[in-house]
């Protein structure tokens, strides 16, 4: 609570969310520390930034917010908005999983849908000129509250952190939370050691994969589906600062194909992990990581969305590939 930049005595907005359970598993003949973020109220790690975000907002007298997202963070930004009483309007892009839907239709005051990712992003970007833009992608309170990941991973490790963290990246708001928490811990003193910070990207959207590299990409920017939707964000106002911060970790960025991504969902559902594809795509890229790093790497990962989020994509995905 201290690390986080809001008042600490009055109108705090939380679910008592987070401390998600940590655990050693065997992935790919590796030892890999697995964090259990899809093990949350709304059902994704995305509960962390909005509990922060929500309460500063609600700390400052607002009364109505507008957000736009896939799925998690629209539900995560409308569940914390119902319970403090902020009324949340937000402009989804059609064509997602029907469960994130349905959730976000549970909790928020109105929903506009639209045609793509991109489409939604503008139509909320205007209408917070008007009311107040909950943004998960550009509002800094919110990565202030995923920095508690870290924290968190820090803590349960016995205030030691691993070699690497394998991160997916959408908006980039886990990676960036990520490094500001390593940052908070370096300067109160209570870690020495700076985890690299390795991106997962899909391979059918290799933005920030490609600007890391410099490389010029091959993909058109037109949609390119991937069933890891949560991570198929192609625009990046926190561009500069992912880039840096995978640079100043000494980390990288790797990208994770289709067929990668289904079989690391199979796998993670097999060993006990009933996770949504997008959270697969970081088993993938654990796996990646592992064919190219140091055996000795101590590595973590976090899961970050919960398989009920997608459980009609998930059966098809699986029996189309059984
Ligand atoms: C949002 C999301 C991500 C990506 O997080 P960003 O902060 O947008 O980079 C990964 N997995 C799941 C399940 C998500 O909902």
Same mark, same amino acid.
């Given at each position: ?25 065997? &992935?790919? %003949?590796?030892?890999?520390? $697995? ?13 962390? /930034?909005?509990? #922060?975000?929500?309460?500063?907002? *609600? ?8 957000? !736009? ?13 119902? @319970?403090?009483?902020?009324?949340? *309007?937000?402009? $989804? ?17 109105? @929903?506009?849908?639209? %045609? ?24 800094? &309170? ?27 990246? /959408? ?38 994969? !490609?600007?890391? *590299? ?18 198929? $964000?192609? #625009? ?19 990208? $994770? ?14 060993? /006990? &992990? ?31 969305? *919960? /398989? ?15």
């Amino acid at each position: 609570l201290e690390a986080i930049p809001v008042d600490h005595n009055k109108g705090i907005v939380s679910m008592h969310e987070g401390f998600t359970p940590l655990r050693r598993m065997k &992935f790919f %003949e590796h030892e890999i520390i $697995v964090k259990q973020d899809y093990l949350f109220q709304t059902g994704s790690f995305k509960d962390r /930034g909005a509990s #922060v975000l929500i309460t500063k907002c *609600h700390q400052l007298g607002i009364e109505s917010v507008v957000e !736009d997202s896939s799925g998690n963070s629209a539900s995560a930004i409308s569940a914390y908005s119902l @319970i403090s009483g902020i009324r949340c *309007h937000l402009f $989804v892009p059609s064509g997602n999983s029907s469960e994130k839907i349905n959730q976000i239709r549970t909790y928020s005051s109105e @929903i506009t849908y639209c %045609e793509n990712r991109e489409d939604a992003f503008r139509k909320a970007f205007e209408a917070g000129k008007r009311t107040y833009y909950a943004s998960h992608c550009w509002n800094p &309170f919110f990565i202030h509250g995923t920095k508690t990941f870290l924290f968190e991973l820090c803590e349960q490790m016995g205030w030691s952190l691993p070699d690497a963290i394998v991160i997916p990246v /959408g908006s980039g708001s886990l990676l960036l939370g990520t490094y500001i928490g390593i940052m908070d811990l370096q300067s109160a003193g209570l870690i020495t050691k700076v985890p690299k910070l390795i991106g997962i990207r899909s391979a059918a959207s290799p933005e920030l994969f !490609d600007d890391f *590299h410099s490389r010029q990409s091959t993909i058109p920017i037109e949609d390119t589906p991937t069933i890891a939707e949560g991570i198929a $964000v192609r #625009v990046h106002p926190r561009k500069d600062e992912i880039l840096d911060a995978v640079k100043k970790t000494e980390g990288t960025f790797l990208t $994770v194909t289709e067929s990668e991504i289904v079989d690391a969902l199979k796998n993670s559902i097999l060993t /006990g &992990f009933y996770i949504e594809p997008t959270s697969a795509a970081a088993v993938a890229g654990v796996r990646k990581y592992l064919s190219l790093c140091d055996k000795y790497e101590t590595i973590a990962v976090p899961l970050t969305g *919960h /398989g009920l989020k997608a459980t009609k994509k998930i059966a098809d995905i699986l029996s189309e590939n059984s």
